[in-house]
Nanobody
């Protein structure tokens, strides 16, 4: 029911910044919690950040706290991930995910909780 398309990935120097966007379509009246995941070669997909439908509840992995910021604009059906002070270990394919919720303050951090995924966008940080 929901189609997600990520954009904004690319090659950036360590210490630089990048802003990822996730455009959603196919939703009408339902509320969705959303998250950003990343997957490096040979590694499992892990949650980087998550946000509730209302936008008032967020989560960040310890590895990105203070550097990444997740936000959303429901009027534009878009979720963003602002990434600052990037490190080589941030290199991965970044995916956005969405799942329907009944509460506007609910979010999830496990990949098994999401049933809608984007195709991913590559982020490469050079040292």
């Amino acid at each position: 029911q929901v189609q997600l398309v990520e954009s904004g990935g690319g090659l950036v120097q360590a210490g630089g910044s990048l802003r990822l966007s996730c455009a959603a379509s196919g939703r009408t009246f339902s509320a969705y919690a959303m998250g950003w995941f990343r997957q490096a070669p040979g590694k499992e997909r892990e949650c980087v950040a998550a946000i509730s439908w209302s936008g008032d509840s967020t989560y960040y992995a310890d590895s990105v706290k203070g550097r990444f910021t997740i936000s959303r604009d429901n009027a534009k059906n878009t979720v963003y991930l602002q990434m600052n002070s990037l490190k080589p270990e941030d290199t991965a394919v970044y995916y956005c995910a969405a799942t329907r919720v009944e509460s506007g303050s609910t979010y999830y951090t496990s990949k098994g909780s999401y049933d809608n995924w984007g195709q991913g966008t590559q982020v490469t940080v050079s040292s």
